[in-house]
């Protein structure tokens, strides 16, 4: 995450227009910190507020959930090359993190997610809803699920 990030702040392009910078790309995301766009990240009704709160949601699942801290990474077949996917295990738990990156819904098969052990239901943690396994799972354009289960 680059500085402004959280805010859903824009990359600066000004910087081309300065020759000592124009060929140093990084300075796409070095520009003064906007203290008027940050009072909007409480606001969820705007779009700063939307990528504030939903990067705090992200941070605080990572917090509660014990396989990102310490667990081994598995890079998985989803079935879908549309669709990221890998495992974060640790001892007593382990976390399924599904990616869309299109923008079209993207589906998985119910016989993949057998496969990748998906059995039963389990929780969406970024959506706070359950997903039945036993059906095939549809991903909205762009769609991030991290799914949690106890081993």
Known sequence: IYLGDELACENDYS??????????????????????????????????GRV???????????????????????????????????????????????GNFTEREQVLSARHLRQLGLRRTVVDQVAGRTVTAAQEMVLAPYQLMILARNL
Not at 18 to 47: I, M, V, Y
Not at 67 to 78: L, M, Y
């Open 52 to 98: 504030y709160q939903g990067l705090l949601r992200l941070i605080q699942i990572r917090l509660q959930n014990m396989a990102f801290h310490r667990g081994s990474t598995e890079i998985i077949d989803t079935g879908n090359a549309h669709v990221f996917g890998f495992f974060r295990n640790q001892e007593s738990q382990s976390v399924l993190v599904l």
């Open 15 to 48: 910087y081309q227009e300065n020759a000592e910078k124009s060929g140093d790309s990084r300075w796409l995301h070095r520009f003064g910190f906007d203290w008027e766009r940050a009072k909007l990240r409480n606001d969820a009704s705007t779009p700063v």
